[in-house]
């Protein structure tokens, strides 16, 4: 039986980034992976590896089929197309631990979702600080949040047990979105607890700018309203426990830009975690 994993990555005005985030697939303990590279920017990403002399067959180029028409369309392309039985997601300025595929595809074996931990750092690579880390556990659409507090992107899927799309229209939060449709088939997941995954906070995250500030409370609103529509046909239970995470998460939204006034460099989970502890 198949046990590819096909890590889907998206690439916008990347050129910057990709080496790091591509070598970082080629050094996988794991080796039985093909990585769908989708271009957003009209970029040739094929003949930019094969320059860095990072070229591999089982790297497979498609495109979006326009410029800047963003991660989530582009990582549909990659998802249409698959036929590896495992997905991964890797952005295009972040990178995978090197036994990060090995670790999945062994959790994979009886778990149809699988998350981590992450390395949380600066777009240099300099550490900030992790999120969700700890023991192993199983998780719970409405229990994950609670752990993996915020950054989604480091999920990977059985896609014969459970699949989805991403959602265009969302701004932000699209990986949560995402999760939220793939535990319409798969209630229960496990979240590894080592930081296997490098997430990089880009500047303007960090910053809080106003553009990022807004779709984080539209996105998030706009999720809130399809969990109490009952548009992923989740229990009750478990609507509660993700609204209650949202609910917690606008509110320090709203008053991160003050908090980052009188405390600069605040990053947003140091801001959110105490919030949701209390």
Do not use: C
Not at 27 to 37: G, N
Not at 161 to 176: G, V
């Amino acid at each position: 039986m198949s046990r590819t994993v096909a890590v889907v990555t998206p690439a916008y005005r990347a050129e910057a980034t990709i080496a790091a985030t591509i070598r970082s697939v080629l050094e996988q303990s794991w080796s039985d992976w093909e990585l769908w590279l989708v271009a957003d920017d009209g970029a040739d990403y094929d003949a930019f590896l094969n320059e860095a002399g990072m070229g591999d067959e089982r790297i497979r180029h498609a495109s979006s089929g326009g410029i800047g028409r963003g991660a989530s369309l582009a990582r549909n392309v990659a998802l249409d197309q698959i036929t590896a039985p495992y997905v991964a997601i890797l952005d295009a300025d972040d990178r995978m631990k090197p036994d990060k595929l090995e670790r999945v595809v062994e959790a994979l074996a009886e778990y149809p979702v699988v998350t981590t931990a992450l390395d949380v750092m600066t777009d240099r690579f300099q550490h900030l600080r992790y999120v969700g880390e700890g023991p192993d556990r199983e998780l719970t659409a409405g229990t994950y949040k609670w752990v993996s507090l915020s950054m989604d992107s480091m999920v990977a899927w059985d896609r014969r047990r459970t699949d989805a799309r991403y959602d265009p229209t969302l701004s932000n939060m699209t990986d949560l979105e995402l999760l939220l449709q793939l535990w319409r088939q798969a209630p229960v997941s496990m979240h590894l607890g080592t930081p296997l995954h490098d997430y990089v906070k880009r500047s303007e995250s960090m910053s809080n700018g106003k553009d990022v500030a807004a779709g984080m409370i539209r996105s998030k609103t706009e999720i809130l309203r399809r969990l109490r529509d009952g548009y992923y046909g989740l229990p009750k239970d478990e609507v509660a426990g993700v609204a209650r995470f949202l609910e917690i998460s606008l509110e320090a939204e709203r008053a991160y830009g003050a908090a980052l006034a009188a405390n600069p460099g605040l990053l947003f989970e140091d801001h959110l975690e105490p919030r949701l502890r209390g």
